[in-house]
């Protein structure tokens, strides 16, 4: 969800890439649904582990950003500071996944979360280019 909002918002003026400690969930449809309402296409989003990254040849250290909006992906991004000079930045975001006893109620969860997402952009990166919120 966070990239789809990064780019919507900045375009092309920096390289972003969803990154997870695992890649085995795909995006749901719940946030498929909260990302459409502002614009934001993501239902051919996948965002890839850090292994995976790896193994594909991404070069981390061409990387100077890390947004860890997990615990274990903090963890997992302090580590790579090990070896490449990036700064990792921890937004407690929400994790709406699960939560929620009826569609609505998940809905305004996820909606949550995305604002949230949206706000700490806006505040990490200044105004948007291209406000998919008008």
């Not at 993501?42 to 990254?53: K, N, Q, T, Y």
């Not at 274990?72 to 090990?82: F, M, N, P, V, Y």
């Not at 994790?95 to 990490?124: F, H, N, W």
């Amino acid at each position: 969800m966070a990239e789809g909002i990064m780019k919507k918002l900045y375009g092309k003026q920096c390289y972003v890439q969803s990154v997870g400690v695992k890649n085995d969930m795909e995006i749901d449809g719940f946030a498929i649904t909260v990302c459409a309402e502002i614009g934001v296409e993501v239902s051919r989003h996948r965002s890839r582990s850090f292994d995976e990254m790896e193994q594909w040849g991404d070069d981390l250290s061409s990387f100077d950003l890390v947004l860890a909006l997990s615990p274990a992906s903090q963890r997992r991004a302090l580590d790579l500071t090990q070896f490449f000079h990036i700064d990792v930045e921890y937004w407690p975001i929400l994790d709406p996944t699960g939560m929620g006893d009826s569609r609505e109620a998940r809905l305004a969860l996820y909606r949550q979360a995305r604002d949230q997402i949206y706000d700490r952009l806006v505040a990490r990166f200044g105004p948007a280019t291209n406000d998919p919120a008008g």
